[in-house]
């Protein structure tokens, strides 16, 4: 039977697919969990992005970001909305830098500084974003600033532990399934 589609695009559509799913039940699940900070979150959703670019490239990791972001605010009943227009910006920019950093320093970082890097990256979006969108008291946004961004590191921080271990037993399954 002929879909039409060239294999290699079925598979990168169906990899995208199932990472997109990934990162979605990530989100749900950390919504689910209760926070000390009513607007802080893990992020743990950037686990799959961080794997994604590392394993597959910016193309890929850009489209699961955005499937994530979009089908998740929908589902919550954001979509549009602050928290959306604040989630799509620290996304898509922080996909956008650690990629370009993957890409000009290929050896330079691991994933725990590219998820490191992403966090800071995506806390000064929102944060810029925030302001000029929002809030418009520059006060308020450097009250948070320094608080926002200890926790995005330590967050990011985190994520990228999690996702180097994630990659390496992906190697190590990848090795023993090339042998076997």
Do not use: C
């Not at 000390?36 to 992005?49: D, R, V, Y």
């Amino acid at each position: 039977m002929k879909t039409g589609i060239p294999l290699t695009q079925f598979q990168d559509n169906y990899r995208i697919a199932i990472l997109s799913a990934y990162a979605i039940g990530l989100h749900s699940i950390e919504s689910l969990l209760p926070t000390p900070i009513p607007w802080l979150k893990l992020g743990i959703a950037n686990i799959i992005t961080v794997i994604t670019l590392i394993a597959y490239g910016m193309r890929p990791a850009l489209t699961v970001t955005l499937i994530r972001i979009i089908i998740t605010s929908i589902l919550n009943g954001t979509f549009l909305g602050p928290a959306f227009m604040l989630s799509l910006g620290g996304g898509l920019i922080s996909t956008i830098i650690m990629g370009t950093i993957l890409f000009a320093l290929p050896n330079l970082f691991s994933a725990i500084g590219l998820s490191i890097i992403g966090a800071f990256s995506h806390n000064i979006t929102q944060l810029f974003l925030a302001y000029f969108l929002f809030i418009h008291k520059i006060e308020a946004i450097l009250l948070i600033t320094p608080i926002i961004i200890l926790l995005g590191t330590l967050t990011g921080m985190f994520n990228g532990i999690v996702s180097e271990l994630i990659l390496k037993n992906l190697k190590i399954l990848e090795q023993k399934s090339n042998n076997s």
